[in-house]
């Protein structure tokens, strides 16, 4: 019995020497104040003048007000900065979705002109006429479909960005349609003076007038010598016979 009681009495005395080494290996007397921390004006612990030991733990310090042997954080500015954390993941991942997005958006596809066809056929145009022309570009599902059209020489006829040729003189013009990467159509055109039609039917009309009048009055003044001749012929005639009567007949009186 005496010696099963000695053999307990060694181990609790070991017990207890491994005890008060790991105290005084972890910590160091001294009283914790109402924070659960107290100072260490030597800095025996190593971490500064002052540390915590949080019931019985090795002396640490409280990063951001946090014990790390505590489950639950203390600071309530942890709390916040992970709402905020989580309350921007939300629009990090918004960010991630739109550069997706905007990957994956495809660029618009340019197709060029092949050729460009004017549609009228315009061969004589008269001076002061105006005359509207259009133009065809192949293929129908070109990316640029401005039409630039130009005169060959505009004192002869212009011709303006929608395609109305107007006439100024007589000669010959050569109008262009371009496309903005250089296909091109061309078509002469005869500009001629206006035909005087009027004009001469007035004149010949007028002429045809003056000369029926000047007939008129030639043969007016032709016939007139005429018939005073033989106006003055028959009285002549009328007065002779007359008188011859009258003196065949004064003899047979006699």
Request: glycine fraction near 10%; include cysteine; charge should be positive.
């Amino acid at each position: 019995m005496k010696k099963g009681k000695t053999k307990i009495a060694i181990n609790a005395i070991i017990t207890l020497s491994i005890i008060l080494i790991g105290i005084s290996t972890y910590a160091h007397s001294g009283r914790t104040d109402s924070s659960g921390g107290h100072k260490d004006n030597k800095n025996k612990s190593g971490l500064g003048s002052y540390h915590y030991h949080c019931g019985g733990n090795p002396a640490h310090l409280h990063t951001n007000g946090n014990c790390p042997y505590s489950a639950k954080p203390k600071s309530s500015s942890t709390s916040t900065s992970t709402k905020s954390t989580k309350s921007s993941t939300p629009s990090s991942s918004s960010t991630t979705k739109s550069e997706t997005t905007a990957t994956k958006t495809e660029v618009p596809k340019t197709i060029n002109a092949t050729g460009i066809q004017i549609n009228e056929n315009i061969v004589d145009l008269e001076v002061g006429k105006s005359k509207t022309v259009t133009a065809t570009i192949t293929p129908s599902d070109t990316t640029d479909k401005n039409i630039t059209w130009q005169s060959s020489d505009e004192n002869i006829a212009t011709v303006s960005s929608t395609g109305e040729i107007i006439a100024k003189k007589s000669g010959t013009v050569t109008i262009t349609a371009n496309t903005s990467n250089g296909k091109s159509s061309t078509m002469k055109i005869n500009i001629k003076e206006t035909p005087q039609k009027e004009n001469n039917i007035a004149k010949t009309t007028t002429n045809n007038s003056n000369n029926t009048s000047n007939t008129s009055t030639n043969n007016q003044e032709e016939t007139n010598p005429v018939g005073g001749i033989i106006t003055l012929g028959l009285l002549g005639g009328g007065g002779y016979w007359g008188y011859k009567k009258l003196k065949s007949k004064n003899k047979g009186e006699k």
